[in-house]
């Protein structure tokens, strides 16, 4: 027997399909989980026990069947057959068995399913009507399938709404699993009095929330870190929690941790948790903070801590004694010029290194897509195509890329592509010429550095021999090139050959905390 699939070729329905299609795998393993006894208890809804929201379930998939049925043949077929005929239902079947309920969630959940993979692709643009009078297209039945089954997968959210509802200093921190969640998690931090901060890869997300650390993780400052420490709950959507977002467990230590994300393979990954919850994050988020209940304080939003956010969260903000050098410039001088200098509207890309920190978190970024961090088994050397493909990707902001010298080396044959496609983009090279990490962290124990240190390299001179507009840059004084190819035409790539200070940066400090020596 030939397998039947999805008719539909569309790749953005097939993929509501598969989210639909999980979150009902996932409803109806938490209905097995429960006991017949258990199907009595409360619910997260007013008046509704486990009984009523099971029902519901079921009754709903069978209304949608009917929106599907609909757009297949034509014919009207709407989701009840009275206003009143929802309420009476779901009414009705909270009286039946809970052998017959299961029956019910399984076999019409079978059904609609049925129904969407035979539906052929016209039919998916055939207009219907929902309960609520909305006309929508009949793909729209995907997504409030997959709202349904995922929101009433009520005991791992039950949890989270108990564990938030009576936390002081809740923090929500979010990954690259909720980037299409933002609204939601803002909500449910409101809601919940948290705070917010996101993993490296996921900065920006929040930036326009005043309650937002930035990253957690080794890029934090110790101002935010405090804060990370000082939490009493860590709900994590989307994110792994990895050593590097947890600092080696240090920002983390005891507190309990809530873990939100659809790939049941990520929970207690790097770390155990206490709680995990399979779901969409900004579903999950939706959910769980229309079911919390009204706090009577700030939570973790209180006016110190705002005040603290206002003062430190910005790397740039953070007071330091600038080194001084006859010919090279502090790179934190020269990274907190270059967030002055260059426009806000940017996608910011920074390679790996002993420089990574001046890139990533001094230079602000207007949100979540205006980051890239291509770190991918800690290697160097990436951030120049990455930040080739960031300028094709998004030609309406300006592609920055902060790369040490030693990775810069590597793959400054990129400078052809950027040239050739005639890219305004700026690459800053911190020049400390050695492969700054190996000094820093191997010098102290004695070890031969003659391989990892290189001599004077003319950076500036190789850019202009690729096409770019090529400068070296001593002192604050050194960026009027800079300003000039800005405020110019910028019809070449432009290259900062920085002769930084070569010493330990404050990424350099912590990358190893908690590691034997």
Not at 241 to 270: K, M
Not at 323 to 349: F, G, K
Not at 380 to 386: E, K, N, R, S, V
Not at 393 to 421: H, K, N, W, Y
Request: aromatic share 6%; glycine share 8%.
């Amino acid at each position: 027997m030939v397998a039947r699939t999805d008719k539909t070729q569309d790749s953005e329905i097939r993929a509501g399909l598969l989210l639909a299609r999980r979150g009902t795998a996932y409803f109806e393993r938490k209905l097995a989980e429960l006991s017949d006894d258990e199907f009595d208890g409360p619910s997260l809804l007013p008046g509704w026990d486990r009984r009523h929201v099971i029902a519901h379930v079921g009754y709903n998939a069978r209304a949608l069947t009917h929106l599907t049925e609909w757009a297949a043949t034509g014919v009207e077929t709407p989701m009840y057959a009275t206003p009143d005929a929802r309420n009476a239902e779901i009414e009705y079947g909270a009286t039946l068995s809970p052998a017959a309920l299961r029956n019910l969630s399984a076999h019409a959940a079978v059904h609609l399913n049925v129904e969407w993979r035979d539906l052929v692709p016209d039919a998916w643009k055939a207009e219907v009507r929902t309960a609520q009078g909305r006309i929508v297209l009949a793909s729209e039945t995907v997504w409030m399938r997959t709202r349904e089954v995922w929101l009433h997968a009520v005991d791992a959210i039950g949890e989270l709404v108990s564990r938030l509802s009576t936390a002081q200093r809740p923090l929500i921190v979010a990954g690259r699993g909720a980037f299409n969640a933002h609204d939601d998690i803002v909500r449910l931090a409101g809601a919940s009095g948290a705070l917010l901060a996101t993993t490296a890869m996921a900065r920006g997300l929040f930036n326009d929330d005043p309650w937002n650390i930035d990253v957690m993780g080794g890029f934090a400052n110790e101002a935010m870190a405090e804060l990370i420490q000082d939490a009493d709950l860590i709900v994590a959507f989307g994110a792994s929690l990895n050593r590097w977002t947890a600092r080696n467990g240090e920002l983390i230590g005891d507190t309990p941790v809530v873990q939100v994300d659809v790939n049941r393979a990520a929970f207690s990954l790097h770390r155990r948790v206490e709680v995990s919850v399979t779901g969409d994050a900004g579903l999950v988020a939706s959910a769980v903070a229309d079911a919390l209940p009204s706090r009577e304080d700030v939570g973790y939003r209180t006016e110190p801590v705002a005040q603290k956010l206002r003062e430190g969260r910005r790397w740039r903000d953070q007071p330091f004694e600038a080194r001084t050098a006859d010919d090279r410039i502090d790179p934190r001088t020269l990274a907190i010029a270059l967030d002055d200098l260059l426009p806000t509207e940017r996608i910011v890309t920074a390679d790996a290194g002993s420089h990574t920190e001046y890139t990533a978190m001094y230079l602000q970024v207007p949100d979540d897509r205006g980051y890239c961090l291509p770190l991918g088994f800690q290697c160097i050397g990436l951030a120049l195509a990455a930040g080739i493909g960031a300028a094709v990707a998004r030609p309406d902001r300006l592609p920055v890329v902060g790369v040490g010298d030693g990775g810069f080396m590597m793959s400054l044959v990129e400078l052809d592509t950027a040239v050739r496609l005639g890219l305004p983009l700026v690459v800053v090279v911190y020049n400390d010429s050695a492969y700054g990490a190996e000094v820093h962290h191997f010098g102290h124990s004695g070890q031969p550095l003659d391989i990892v240190e290189f001599p004077e390299t003319d950076i500036a001179a190789i850019a202009r021999g690729f096409g770019c507009t090529g400068v070296t840059v001593r002192s604050l004084d050194d960026l009027a090139g800079l300003r000039d190819w800005v405020a110019g035409e910028r019809a070449t790539p432009i290259v900062i050959d920085a002769k930084t200070i070569s010493f330990p940066s404050w990424v350099d400090a912590h990358a190893f905390v908690g590691e034997p020596k």
